[in-house]
């Protein structure tokens, strides 16, 4: 049974870090349900194989852009606002990573981290947020991480830039909601992805992820799929400033060695 409530057909979703891992199973994931998606990243190449895969029942529209390049940034909004006439939702996703421990890291690593995950987002989300706030109307969506529950050891710079996501999320929620554009975010557990395949692949890593989460596995990036489409729907018409954790309950307390 076809339930307009959580229906995304039709909609304009522009998706930053579409060409791989959870941006492009949200880019996917939108584009079988009949949204006219469209995918940024840094690689163009990339981006027009991705675009090419996914399909749908309409094209995927491949477009470049560094979120960490302000004059990038407000190119591809006027892209796309140009191309479609609106964006309805905006899926933040672009996102980078290093671990190493704390005292380690240059100003210039902690600089990477922090402009792609949060700067560029902020200033993605006011770029397209003021086209919303035109319309009166459009949904954000942040990814953030666990890290948005408790930071973990060894990726401080990222802990940070996601915590920050939280803020924003929060803020511009605050402040654009008069406008009605809400603003939410989905904090994902332990996802397996090209990127951590590698992480994941060790025994010792395997056993620790299913000590400590309940639902006992490694989250697959379907598995994101379906809170973007609630956030994105009229079936969260009353949310926003809200972060989602998909996360097979990993925040949801503490699992410690002892029989019941």
Known sequence: MHDELFSVAGQVVLVSGGSRGIGRALAEGFARRGAQVVIAGRELATLEATARDIGGELPVTPMRCDVADPDAIQALAAAVHEEFGRID???????????????TFTPE?????????????FLLSQAVGRLMIERRQGTIINIGSLNNYAPLKGVIPYAISKMGVAAVTRGMALEWGEFGVRVNGIAPGFILTDLTRKLWSNPTMQAWNRANTPLQRLGEVGDLVGAAVFLASNASAFMTGQMLFVDGGVS????WPIEL
């Open 252 to 255: 949801a307390g503490t699992l």
């Open 109 to 121: 690593e902690f600089d990477f981290v922090l402009d792609i995950n949060l700067r560029g987002l």
């Open 89 to 103: 939702t905006l899926i933040n996703v672009a996102g980078v990573n290093k671990r190493k421990r704390v005292e």
